[in-house]
């Protein structure tokens, strides 16, 4: 079984920053790309960033020069840092992992339990 457990969200005033963490536990090979996403009420579910085990960084035009996703394989972590935040970024936010849970089996992917960032103007 495989978790991913996110922290880091929060208030915060338009303009400011917040960083947000994710990690995996649990039994596993190797988890290949991790990234996040984030819904607000009332619309779809959205790519806000993800990164692969090695290779190109993927943002949505919206975070693009603000956001930067990064991870750590070491400690299974993924984390995204938020800068300059504005109102529109207020939405929940969650990691997912695609992950290999063993050797002879399709990776697949794992969602984190949501974290709300609110933005204030």
């Known amino acids: 079984q495989v978790q991913l457990v996110g922290s880091g969200g929060g208030l915060v005033q338009a303009g400011g920053s917040l960083r947000l963490s994710c990690a995996a536990s649990?039994?596993?090979?190797?988890?290949?790309?991790m990234g996040w996403y984030r819904q607000a009420p009332g619309k779809q579910r959205e790519l806000v960033a993800t990164?692969?085990?090695?290779?190109?960084?993927n943002y949505a035009d919206s975070v693009k020069g603000r956001f930067t996703v990064s991870r750590d394989n070491a400690k299974n972590t993924v984390y995204l840092q938020m800068n300059s935040l504005k109102p529109e970024d207020t939405s929940v936010y969650s990691c997912?992992?695609?992950?290999?849970?063993?050797?002879?089996?399709?990776?697949?992917?794992?969602w984190g339990q949501g974290t709300q960032v609110t933005v204030s103007s």
């Open positions: 997912y992992a695609d992950v290999q849970t063993s050797l002879i089996t399709r990776s697949r992917g794992f």
């Open positions: 649990g039994s596993f090979v190797s988890i290949n790309t």
């Open positions: 990164i692969p085990r090695g290779g190109t960084t």
